[in-house]
Nanobody
Framework: QVQLVESGGGLVQAGGSLRLSCAASGRTFSNYNMGWFRQAPGKEREFVAAISWSGGSTYYVGSVKGRFTISTDNVKNTVYLQMNSLKPEDTAIYYC???????????????WGQGTQVTVSS
C-alpha cells in the first residue's frame, strides 16, 4: 500500500523557517516526480515545488523561489521542503504528492499525503 506521510508543520513567526518531510513507502518511487502543494482556506490547491527522485530537476512557483528548497533523500525515501523567510501568506495545509509525469497540475499526481498545517503569524 502506497503511503506518503508528511510531518514538520507548525506555527512560526513571519521571517522564520520550517522544514517539511514526506516519507514515502509502499512502492519504488525512483521513476516518479515528487511535488509539494498547498491549500489555504477558501482557495484552490496550489503547486509549490517539484523534484525528480534523481534530484536532477527542480521547479518552484514564483512566490516561493529563493525562499523554499525541495530535496530528496533516496536512502530514507523522503522528500523535504525547506521553507525560509516565511510570510503570513504561506499559511496553508501543505501536501506531498507523487506523479509518474512531470508537471504542476494536481491532476497529474497519483498519490497524496494527508497534509500538514503550516501557520505563519505576522
Amino acid at each position: 500500500q502506497v503511503q506518503l506521510v508528511e510531518s514538520g508543520g507548525g506555527l512560526v513567526q513571519a521571517g522564520g523557517s520550517l522544514r517539511l518531510s514526506c516519507a514515502a513507502s509502499g512502492r519504488t518511487f525512483s521513476n516518479y516526480n515528487m511535488g509539494w502543494f498547498r491549500q489555504a482556506p477558501g482557495k484552490e490547491r496550489e503547486f509549490v515545488a517539484a523534484i525528480s527522485w534523481s534530484g536532477g530537476s527542480t521547479y518552484y512557483v514564483g512566490s516561493v523561489k529563493g525562499r523554499f528548497t525541495i530535496s530528496t533523500d533516496n536512502v530514507k525515501n523522503t522528500v523535504y521542503l525547506q521553507m525560509n523567510s516565511l510570510k503570513p501568506e504561506d499559511t496553508a495545509i501543505y501536501y506531498c504528492a507523487a506523479s509518474r509525469y512531470s508537471g504542476r497540475g494536481a491532476g497529474l499526481y497519483d498519490y497524496w499525503g494527508q497534509g500538514t498545517q503550516v501557520t505563519v503569524s505576522s
